[in-house]
């Protein structure tokens, strides 16, 4: 009696990087040119499949919750973050309310204790002399650094803009009163800190939480999945990249293996897409409005 495959909490749609290596491993045959690859080396080449096709065939988009620190008005990064979609506060509708990338916010820092330089010494060779000579070479450290956001500006807050302030009687002066300020301007703005491992948010957004949706490294999981519409297309992944580097490999068996697996992703990537005649048709009649005819 063949034992049945393991369940995970992903659904039955969705098959575990273990149960791919297994069945990898068992359609194995001695004379296979993968068939010297450790356990160890399949399992890194399985989970460096899933993290491409989470980037390029199916994105691993996830949504979080989470509380902004008040002190400095920043959002720490979930640890499998790798691209923000958006983020904002999600409205009695249901609606997400988003914000807008704002590259202006100051995210500066000074340097708060100067760490001492110490020399160490190195032996280096002399050509000109052909003798080894000693040399006094600066240890590379990093300066200690806190955030300073303050303003470099000290009576920056108290300009009065109120004589290039356009009023606009019609609607008491909520529309229109900066002259050149534009449109588009949403619920608050945000900024990513990359040097921090941060978000920054600014302090007029006047809110405690938001909803961060992500594309995550889906291979940083304990027990990655994949897709049953991509299974084959890891497979081949990981048989192509396992001989790629091979010198005892015909080079039109890499050839071979190569094409293989981009057909594979191609079906799969074909398979996932959800885009279907009906959206055609729903994104096509958004333009359609009705008109009052007289």
């Given at each position: ?88 506060v999600v409205d ?148 192509y990249k396992i ?52």
């Amino acid at each position: 009696m063949a034992t049945p495959r393991e369940q995970n909490n992903t659904g039955h749609n969705y098959v575990s990087l273990r149960e791919v290596i297994v069945d990898f491993m068992l359609t194995m045959g001695e004379d296979d040119y993968a068939s010297s690859a450790s356990e160890y080396a399949i399992r890194n080449f399985g989970l460096r499949g899933i993290r491409e096709f989470a980037f390029d065939v199916q994105p691993s988009v996830r949504s979080l919750k989470r509380s902004i620190d008040t002190t400095n008005n920043t959002i720490t990064l979930p640890d499998d973050f790798v691209d923000i979609i958006k983020i904002g506060v999600v409205d009695d509708n249901g609606t997400v309310r988003a914000f807008a990338e704002n590259k202006n916010i100051n995210i500066s820092q000074k340097i708060e204790s100067p760490q001492t330089k110490n020399q160490s010494t190195q032996v280096g060779f002399d050509e000109s002399t052909s003798k080894k000579n000693r040399r006094y070479v600066a240890d590379n450290k990093i300066d200690n650094r806190a955030d300073d956001k303050t303003p470099t500006n000290a009576d920056s807050n108290n300009e009065d803009l109120d004589w290039y302030i356009f009023e606009n009687y019609l609607y008491q002066g909520g529309l229109g009163r900066l002259y050149g300020l534009g449109g588009g301007k949403l619920r608050g703005n945000y900024r990513i800190n990359y040097d921090q491992n941060r978000i920054e948010i600014d302090s007029e957004a006047g809110v405690s939480e938001v909803v961060l949706e992500y594309v995550s490294d889906a291979a940083r999981s304990s027990d990655p999945v994949v897709h049953v519409y991509a299974e084959e297309a890891l497979r081949s992944y990981m048989y192509y990249k396992i001989i790629e580097r091979k010198s005892s490999v015909p080079a039109g068996e890499k050839q071979r293996a190569r094409v293989e697996y981009y057909n594979e992703r191609r079906k799969a990537r074909a398979r996932l897409s959800n885009f279907s005649k009906v959206e055609a048709l729903n994104v096509i009649r958004r333009n359609f409005k009705l008109a009052p005819k007289y």
